[in-house]
């Protein structure tokens, strides 16, 4: 462990450079103050019943170092990629292309892309979608107005019995991926984030409402969980709300059910971050693309040319441009679809970045709505012949696949077998670090050291009553020394791979707090 002596000696000498983690949340009402068409299910469909319950718009803005990224999801059924760029037009606080919208999906919400209303007619509302535009760049602003030091831990669970997949049932992801951001200053949440797939369509009337999210958001946010926002997953062909037997309430009406599983995804959600891992280190890279393929729809193509959906920059000529987003915050990877994507591809998108980070987040109806995302072969299947008929065309689920591995390539894995192995290899180097401990050096000192690993959690190294011990558990407010860098980089440095000195140059590496103690680390180990 002489290197980890000489990283140390290094460092203290030297002024330190952080990467803490920042973030902020804001969440607005975009409920509609006239009747409008509902979309989803079937066209002309108004909702002459009223408003049940509002729907929103919720913001997390995070931050590091220079490096700031806006996610926004919306409760509608989605929304068209050039008016999320008039969105990033109006945003102020954070770079265009830093700028993530999405839907949770709702189908009991205006209709924003025109296919839903009166007979050769749209039932897009465009002072209503300007109203969105306005209030989702307005809630990303004030998100960022309230970033603070904080610090984020990440949690994944199953959650059973809420989802169903409707055309082959045992294609089904139930896993939740879940993040929470903390403030620094006291500990409370500042957002809650869970990715979950599922259509919210458990109810079908003439009200307006955010449909099982509602009761998620209520549950999550009267719990204390900051601002809850639901993102959706790979929902598409068909993974819907599973059907309650029991249930006596008049279809489309089952308000019960609708709040029973939107309760279940929130308690699920607490429950898995009761054991997460929460850090203020990490890193947040982001990366890119975009990617054209041929409009085949031609009930699109004729929506389209009746001006019943817009026609703009990125819907034009019979070819759709669309895009994706990879994200890396600390050891979760996040990746945008523009679209409803079948399970099938969400679990071979899961797999496929499983090296890169854990857990997985799959953004659905990310920055744009191109209705059933499916491969080439499922497409011209007969038992997805209504997903086809509600489907851009054949090629969107392979050009989003080959924009998901080209993203990739620019990505460096975390660690063979994902995350996981990173954590463990971590924890036995430390736990080798214990064999060189004096304890007749360390008399009665009491002391708490903290490796920050932005991309590895937390660990803590405790030395008192002559034993030193490592845990995953514990508080940065309790560690006098912080040692903050990628795992990576402590594990060559541990190793004797790289050096610390040119690491720290590089500002991979810095250690915070009483520099004294971290001094004395290097007396009490050999």
């Known amino acids: 462990m002489r290197a980890l002596m000489l990283l140390l000696s290094a460092l203290i000498l030297l002024n330190g450079w952080s990467q803490s983690l920042q973030a902020g949340a804001a969440a607005n009402k975009i409920t509609p103050s006239k009747q409008v068409y509902l979309a989803g299910y079937s066209p002309n469909r108004p909702n002459t019943g009223g408003v049940h319950d509002d729907i929103w718009v919720r913001a997390l803005v995070l931050q590091v170092g220079n490096e700031r990224i806006a996610i926004a999801v919306c409760d509608l ?18 770079p265009a292309n830093r700028v993530i919208v999405a839907c949770t999906h709702v189908h009991s919400a205006p209709d924003t892309i025109g296919l839903w209303g009166p007979p050769g007619r749209s039932g897009r509302d465009e002072e209503y979608v300007n109203f969105v535009i306005e209030t989702v760049a307005k809630t990303i602003d004030e998100a960022a107005r309230k970033l603070q030091p904080a610090t984020i831990g990440f949690a994944k669970t199953k959650i059973e019995g809420v989802a169903y997949n409707y055309r082959v049932k045992e294609i089904l992801d139930t896993e939740a991926s879940i993040l929470q951001v903390r403030s620094k200053a006291d500990g409370k949440p500042i957002a809650t984030l869970t990715n979950f797939a599922c259509h919210p369509e458990v109810l079908n009337n003439d009200q307006l409402t955010a449909d099982f999210p509602h009761w998620f958001y209520q549950v999550v946010e009267s719990r204390g969980g900051g601002v809850a926002i639901f993102v959706n997953g790979a929902l598409g062909g068909m993974v819907s709300p599973a059907a309650d037997p029991n249930s006596t309430a008049p279809k489309g009406r089952d308000w019960a059910r609708a709040e029973r599983y939107g309760t279940i995804i929130a308690n699920k959600t607490l429950e898995a971050l009761a054991n997460a891992q929460f850090t203020d280190s990490v890193t947040l890279e982001h990366f890119s693309t975009t990617y054209t393929v041929p409009l085949e729809n031609e009930q699109f193509k004729m929506a389209l040319a009746a001006g019943i959906i817009p026609k703009g920059p990125s819907l034009e000529n019979d070819k759709i441009t669309t895009e994706s987003h990879l994200i890396r915050i600390g050891s979760a990877v996040m990746f945008t679809m523009p679209g409803e994507v079948l399970p099938n591809i969400g679990i071979l998108l899961k797999n496929m970045m499983a090296p890169y980070g854990d857990p997985v987040f799959l953004i659905g109806l990310g920055n744009d709505e191109l209705g059933y995302i499916l491969s080439p072969p499922d497409y011209y299947l007969e038992l997805y012949s209504y997903e086809r008929s509600m ?64 991309d590895a959690g937390d660990f803590y190294l405790r030395i008192a009553e002559g034993k030193a011990t490592i845990s995953r558990d514990g508080s940065p407010s309790e560690a006098q020394v912080t040692i903050k860098a990628k795992a990576q980089v402590l594990l060559d440095v541990l190793t004797g791979k790289r050096n610390a000195l040119d690491a720290y140059n590089l500002g991979e590496i810095v250690v915070e707090g009483d520099i004294g103690l971290a001094q004395y680390l290097l007396y009490v180990f050999e």
Request: proline share 2%; aromatic share 4%.
């Open 391 to 454: 489907s851009v065309g054949s090629m969107i689920g392979h050009a989003m696949v080959q924009a998901a591995r080209e993203l990739l390539t620019r990505m460096t894995p975390l660690a063979k077998g994902g995350s996981g192995g990173m954590v463990a290899e971590v924890e036995k180097q430390l736990q080798d670090y214990l064999k060189r401990f004096r304890p007749e050096r360390a008399g009665q000192l009491k002391v708490t050291y903290r490796f920050a690993l932005n």
């Open 77 to 94: 059924l989605g929304l068209l990629r050039d008016d999320v760029q008039k969105i990033r037009q109006k945003v102020q606080s954070v």
